[in-house]
């Protein structure tokens, strides 16, 4: 009787911790899903914020095109299970991110450009998105903290083990979000 009621108690805890990795597995994708639709957006905008540009910025084209070939491989489809395909899909998306800051700067040198009402509206919708994805980052990043947790910690990681549940990768800043912005760059 006394190994049958041990048996009931482990079998609790064990069905206990591994609901509660489903749910903090649940939770980061469905945060990661979050991130996913901000991303969509910024990607809807950019071929507008590009149509805009390329009337004004004939010395720039190159970087047009880039934009458009990062804007593509960013929307490629991905497995939010798999790490590596999550590490590539943050790291395209941070490298649009860079070239399209990298744009903004550029319409500086284009008084024209950077007065057009269409233009600036433009860089204004882009900041909220920006601001959105900002915000789906750090709710993406808290629900990977929780699931990576209960991944590590014993005994959640005996179960997480057993249920092939893994860590997943946090939606970091990259190397050039981290330097420190010299305004003499800009403004030149």
């Known amino acids: 009787m006394e190994i049958l009621i041990l048996l009931i108690i482990v079998a609790a805890i064990f069905y206990a911790l591994y609901v509660g990795l489903i749910h903090k597995q649940n939770a980061a994708k469905e945060s990661f899903s979050g991130i996913d639709v901000q991303l969509k957006k910024r990607h809807d905008l950019i071929p507008n914020v590009l149509t805009i540009a390329q009337k004004f910025m004939d010395h720039e084209k190159s970087l047009l095109t880039e934009i458009t070939a990062l804007r593509t491989k960013a929307e490629s489809p991905i497995d ?3 790490d590596d395909s999550l590490k590539q899909k943050f790291a395209a998306e941070a490298q649009l991110d860079s070239k399209m800051k990298s744009l903004f700067v550029a319409v500086e040198n284009y008084p024209t450009l950077k007065s057009d ?3 600036v509206q433009a860089q204004q919708t882009y900041n ?3 601001e959105h994805i900002s915000a789906a980052r750090r709710f993406y990043n808290s629900a990977v903290t929780e699931l990576n947790n209960a991944v590590k910690v014993f005994p959640g990681s005996i179960v997480a083990g057993m249920l092939a549940i893994k860590e997943m990768p946090y939606f970091e800043a990259t ?8 305004a003499a760059d800009i403004l030149k």
């Open 128 to 130: 909220e998105v920006e």
């Open 175 to 182: 190397e050039a979000d981290r330097k420190e912005v010299n």
């Open 80 to 82: 939010p299970t798999n």
């Open 117 to 119: 009402t269409v233009m």
